[in-house]
């Protein structure tokens, strides 16, 4: 079995990402990548450290193309332009896998709210399936698009999931304190992600009103199955990679330390890419860089009774190219970590 899949915004970090993780995936056959800035130019020139992975040029982007010769598209493309061209490809007869944000909200309404322009392709929006794996895997393998999550919201989803489906923590007063590296913001240049105005620097950005907010309101929502709201500041760290999430919670019952560990050891007991941390040690981004897994760990304040969750990402894998690599292989119906097996890079 070899699978044709194309990769629209092949030239950004996410689509390098996609490119380096599939490149050695033993089912699947790149064949087309696409860059507005780039196109004619060699993979390589855009990509240096992938050179020899792929012989390709770039081109511009043609759904109708795209979809009489992939089988599968990873929509790698900024905000507001994957809506554009995805419901082409999916008349087309392909599989998308959009790793933008323009499929994850149910709501047209809420889609405007937050991005403050009207949904072209509002009529996929029902039919989309927020592609987070340890959550909706089933619905996952039968949709013809999947909504890949945003990296910021799988850090929190993964981190307090357990604990909302089983009522085990209140919906009101959720505070999540989350950091990420650079490459989070994209690749193009910009004055603020100049290494002289990052390095040995640490602070927040968009205190109020992160597009993110949305995203996990509605998800977090669907676990505890009723409408919440939380309290969300992001920050950017001096590195490149890795998303740090610590989230404050009140319990809605007493529980020794121990009995809380244990609710997430239950739940993800048999997740692959999510590592459960034993009590007293924590989750760092060093950790987790270059590959597919979350980890968590979880401590309870006697003093004030409140219930600290902290989760580490690598934003670039499994917060946005390694999870959609996952989304492909459960739409193919074969092993879960295939292309994905490459423990972390550390130091």
């Known amino acids: 079995m070899s699978l044709s899949v194309g990769i629209l915004g092949a030239t950004g970090y996410t689509g390098g990402e996609l490119v380096r993780l599939l490149v050695r995936h033993p089912q699947v056959r790149i064949t087309h990548i696409t860059s507005e800035r780039f196109v004619g130019r060699s993979f390589s020139e855009v990509h240096p450290h992938l050179l020899g992975a792929l012989d390709l040029q770039c081109e511009a982007v043609d759904p109708q193309r795209l979809a009489a010769t992939c089988e599968v598209v990873f929509c790698a493309l900024p905000h507001l332009a994957s809506m554009q061209v995805v419901p082409s490809l999916l008349d087309g007869g ?175 007991a048999d997740e692959p890419f999510v590592r459960v941390l034993p009590l007293g040690r924590w989750p760092t981004t060093g950790q987790v860089r270059g590959s597919n897994y979350c980890e968590l760990g979880v401590a309870l304040d006697p003093r004030t009774g409140w219930l600290v969750v902290i989760s580490a990402i690598d934003n670039l894998v499994k917060g946005a190219a390694g999870q959609a690599v996952q989304n492909l292989n459960l739409l193919l119906g074969i092993g879960e970590s295939l292309g994905l097996e490459q423990m972390p890079l550390y130091p």
């Not at 896998?97 to 323009?102: F, G, V």
């Not at 919906?171 to 490459?183: A, H, L, Q, R």
Request: hydrophobic share 35%; proline share 6%.
């Open 94 to 268: 392909c599989r998308v896998i959009d790793l933008s944000a323009d499929f994850r909200l149910k709501s047209a309404i809420d889609f405007q709210s937050w991005y403050g322009t009207p949904h072209t392709a509002a009529d996929w929006l029902a039919q989309a399936v927020y592609g987070l794996p340890e959550l909706y895997r089933q619905e996952i393998m039968a949709s013809r698009l999947v909504a890949n999550p945003g990296c910021y919201p799988t850090s929190v989803l993964l981190a307090l999931t357990p604990f909302l489906r089983q009522g085990l923590i209140q919906t009101e007063g959720i505070v999540i304190d989350s950091k990420s590296g650079t490459s989070g913001a994209g690749r193009s240049p910009t004055q603020e992600l100049l290494f002289s105005e990052v390095d040995g620097g640490f602070r927040p950005y968009k205190v109020v009103g992160h597009r993110h907010i949305a995203e996990i309101e509605q998800e977090l929502g669907r676990q505890a199955e009723k409408p919440l709201q939380v309290r969300f500041t992001p920050h950017l760290l001096p590195q490149s990679r890795g998303i740090l999430t610590t989230c404050y919670v009140r319990p809605t019952l007493g529980q020794e330390e121990r009995d809380w560990q244990q609710v997430l050891t239950q739940f993800y």
